[in-house]
C-alpha cells in the first residue's frame, strides 16, 4: 500500500510526523493539539477554545485532502481531564452532522505543551 504524505501550512508539526497519510482513499490524520499555526502557542481559554483550536487544524489538512467533516468516519478524543468531557462534547458535535462518526474518548495524563485535548480522526475519500 502506497503511503502518500498529506500537509497544511495551517496546522502545526511539532514532531517527526506527517498531517495526514493517504493510504488508497484511507485519510490518517496525525492527533492534532490545539496549536495555533500562527503563534505556535496554545490558545488561552480553557477546553471548549481548545477542542475548537484541534477541528480548525484538523479542518485545514482534510481540506488538504480534499475533504471535509462529513468524510470522517472515527475520531478520537484524548482529555488530561475528563470532567471536560461535556465542554468538550459542547464544540464536537458541532462539527459533525448525524450520523456522527464512530468515537472513543479518552483520558490521559498529560499531552504536549500542556494542551487540555488533542484529536485525531481517519476519513474515506
Sequence with gaps: MKRTAITSKDAAAIGPYSHGIDADGLIFLSGQSPEDPVTLEIPEG???VQTQQCFDNL?????EAGLTFDDVQKVNVYLTDMDDFAAMNEVY???FAQPYPARTTVGVA????GAKVEIEMIAKK
Excluded at 498529560?110 to 505543551?113: A, I, R
Design 46 to 48: 480553557g477546553v471548549q
Design 59 to 63: 479542518l485545514a489538512v482534510l481540506k
Design 93 to 95: 458535535k458541532k462539527q
Design 110 to 113: 498529560s499531552l504536549p505543551l
